[in-house]
């Protein structure tokens, strides 16, 4: 199989997507071109967080902070199973499942003055509903800022030619957010300064590395990144999203367009053999069941309910026009999968072309594979990105790129995506608490500042607390071991989102067909997911158990109550 190949089908599967299924989604349910709306980043315009943006730039901004490093992840463990599960789910995930629940979730708050998803379920459903919902969004969120802030010191430390380019990105970022909005000058050429910048200081970094490895141990070191990668994020979580947020993000998007055109390019030239097998052998010992976990291991790449969270906590109050929505909603998660497309062709074919590598999993091999990189499910899910570094690094160095330099390319394109998604997830959880608070009547909440240090708190006990994996005997942090919980959590946010929206659409006399099957399909994968997990952790570790079990109480209870709520309208019509 030809890696080519792979990649036009993938591109040319999105592009139908957009141009087809998007404009049919978007006229006949979501009612894009309603000119009675009044939009929120308009109405209640503050210049902190209700901002009026340019489709473009805001597409930045959506994008990358959906974009972080679980596209990415995610199917460089998943394509432990093959090339072809992987591919199909990420293509059928990406444009009839997490395209239509991003637009939609973003319409949807759009619509109701800005509101988040389950504010929109207390209407839609219930009171009760809306603190369930609540609760599981402040719990996913707290893991995804310990999982992502881990991931990014993880880089630090693995790749330190990475440390200059990327802290070097917010100084321009918040000299740009100046001239952008103070002093009004047009967008384009000043990012595409910016970015010609950023790659300046990425060759710079490649020559000064910045490795804190030479006087401190390793871990040590991560710790070190995580406290101030959640410092950041504090910060930049409170600042008004034009200083630094939809600045930097703007670069970011147009270095994902360089980074993977870059990506593409190198598959043209190079063309590398898929070295993977379109699906592995299940007679192989030790080798887990493709279903359900392959569809909790691509999240983010297919479908993930965190996009909803930003489309409705940050997004929808930036929107300027309604039909803008198409682009940055259902045009944002093509990108993410996209990027989850390149990922998978970096796993399963970009790898072959690595003469000598160093894992996470085994240490140094020479003569990279597939079947060498893959060889067990525990030396997969250990090496997490490393392959889409490799191997996208070698697709890079077949262009002529030194490999140095275009490991490090690789590396800030994965920490900038990660690191977008770590502030934008901080700024998100104080909204949600601010919420929480509201419902709940704790009044501290709405501040600002004791928000935000509620936000990251509880993720930073979660990225240094260690914990024994039942499943190797060893000490990890209780971030990656709740990694499997994230996956499937994830999906089932996107899963009740969905309810959320059909129910929404249903009241309104829309066709919800392409709302309910993915719902369905979505709810159904990912409770097999968690009840499994419950079965695994169950006489091995009673804490992953008990948050187990707490989750699947709450969806429970949010099916539940959104059954009742269709039996109730039933009954009054």
């Not at 993880?154 to 100084?171: K, R, T």
């Not at 690595?354 to 997969?380: I, K, R």
């Not at 997830?425 to 500042?449: M, P």
Request: proline fraction near 4%; charge should be neutral; hydrophobic fraction near 55%.
């Amino acid at each position: 199989m030809s890696s080519l190949l792979l990649l036009l089908i993938g591109l040319s599967f999105f592009y139908l997507g957009y141009k087809f299924y998007s404009k049919f989604i978007g006229n006949q349910i979501f009612g894009i071109n309603d000119p009675n709306v009044s939009m929120p980043s308009k109405t209640f315009k503050d210049g902190l967080d209700y901002v009026p943006t340019k489709k473009h730039i805001l597409f930045g901004h959506h994008f990358t902070s959906i974009a972080g490093a679980a596209p990415i992840i995610g199917p460089c463990v998943a394509a432990y199973w093959g090339w072809l599960p992987a591919l199909v789910w990420i293509l059928v995930g990406t444009v009839f499942m997490g395209a239509v629940h991003d637009f939609g979730a973003l319409v949807a708050s759009v619509k109701e003055k800005g509101k988040s998803i389950a504010d929109i379920a207390s209407t839609t459903i219930s009171k009760r509903a809306r603190l369930m919902f609540l609760v599981f969004v402040i719990f996913l969120v707290w893991l995804v800022l310990a999982v992502f802030a881990m991931a990014i010191a993880d880089l630090f430390v693995g790749i330190p030619s990475s440390v200059i380019p990327i802290n070097i990105e917010i100084i321009i970022a918040i000299i740009m957010g100046y001239l952008l909005y103070k002093r009004k000058i047009d967008s384009l050429i000043p990012s595409l300064i910016a970015l010609a910048i950023l790659y300046f200081f990425i060759w710079v970094g490649t020559l000064y590395p910045i490795d804190f490895t030479s006087s401190m141990d390793s871990q040590d070191a991560k710790n070190m990144w995580i406290i101030i990668l959640f410092i950041y994020s504090a910060i930049a979580s409170l600042l008004p999203v034009w200083t630094l947020l939809q600045p930097r993000d703007y670069i970011n998007s147009h270095q994902l367009f360089v980074g993977l055109g870059l990506l593409f390019l190198g598959i043209l030239v190079a063309q590398p053999i898929v070295d993977a097998p379109a699906i592995r052998s299940f007679s192989e010992p030790g080798t887990p069941s493709l279903f359900p976990l392959l569809f909790v291991t691509i999240a983010c790449g297919a479908i993930s309910g965190f996009h909803g969270l930003v489309s409705s906590g940050t997004s929808s109050k930036q929107l300027e026009h309604l039909t803008d929505a198409r682009m940055v909603g259902y045009g944002g998660m093509i990108g993410e999968g996209t990027l989850a497309l390149a990922s998978t062709i970096a796993a399963v074919a970009g790898i072959s072309l690595v003469a000598e590598a160093n894992l996470p999993s085994v240490g140094l091999v020479s003569d990279l594979s597939w079947a060498v990189y893959y060889d067990s499910w525990a030396h997969a899910s250990t090496n997490k990105a490393t392959a889409f570094v490799l191997g996208g690094g070698a697709l890079l160095e077949s262009l002529g790129i030194p490999m140095n330099m275009a490991n490090t390319i690789m590396a800030v394109l994965v920490i900038s995506f990660a690191a977008t998604t770590l502030d934008t997830a901080t700024r998100i959880q104080r909204f949600i608490l601010n919420e929480f608070g509201l419902v709940t009547k704790i009044k501290f909440l709405s501040n600002r500042f004791i928000g935000t240090a509620i936000a990251i708190i509880p993720a930073i006990i979660l990225a240094f607390w260690n914990l024994s994996d039942p499943s190797t005997g060893t000490t990890r942090q209780a971030g990656w071991l709740l990694w499997p919980i994230f996956g499937a959590s994830n999906q089932m946010l996107g899963a009740l989102t969905l309810m959320v929206l059909t129910l929404y659409y249903w009241q309104k006399k829309k066709p919800i067909l392409p709302l309910l099957i993915p719902m369905i399909l979505i709810l159904v994968l990912t409770f097999a997911a968690l009840i499994i997990n419950a079965i695994n952790f169950f006489d091995q570790n009673i804490l992953l158990f008990g948050i187990t079990v707490l989750l699947i109480i709450l969806i429970l209870w949010m099916v539940f109550e959104g059954i009742n709520k269709v039996l109730e309208i039933r009954r009054t019509t």
